[in-house]
């Protein structure tokens, strides 16, 4: 490398594998290396959902030295974790193969990470059940015991979609 000052400083930085998986985040890694720096040149000819094995190149990004150092860590923090969860995703999808069942997430994921690691499960053949709290209604026993009984549980759900202009996928 040279340069006339330290922050001029170029480099090229490769992601390799460490292990076989299901590649997921390439367009969150783009997006960290373009807020960080948009001066940085991201190349990848992978998609998520591409199974590489130990050793395979990911990715190659060319730029200011010190952007790239500034990006690397929570860019492999990010692929790790979301490679992490599209493969073993993959697992059980393989696993069910042939079969009616369905693999779904949940909605208990890490604080802020969610739509992340919900798209990690879609890239690893896995389906979203839900968002959140807010885009089903679940009736539990403590529900029906409080309202007096299944009936009237599921008129007053349907009382709160209609008050709320809300509405099920299916009818009550």
Known sequence: CSAETEDQLMATAHLLAKEAGILCGLQLANTIFKIVDPELDFSCQHV????????????KVTGRIQSILKSERLVLNCMQRMSGIASTTRKYVDAVKGTSA??????KTTPLLRSLEKQAVVTGGGHNHRFGLFDMILIKDNH???AGGIKAALEKAKK??????LQLPIEI
């Open 102 to 107: 369905k693999v779904m997430d949940t909605r």
């Open 160 to 165: 709160y979609l209609e008050k709320n202009n």
């Open 144 to 146: 029906v015991d409080s």
């Open 48 to 59: 998520d959902g591409l199974t590489v094995k130990n050793g395979d190149s990911i990715f």
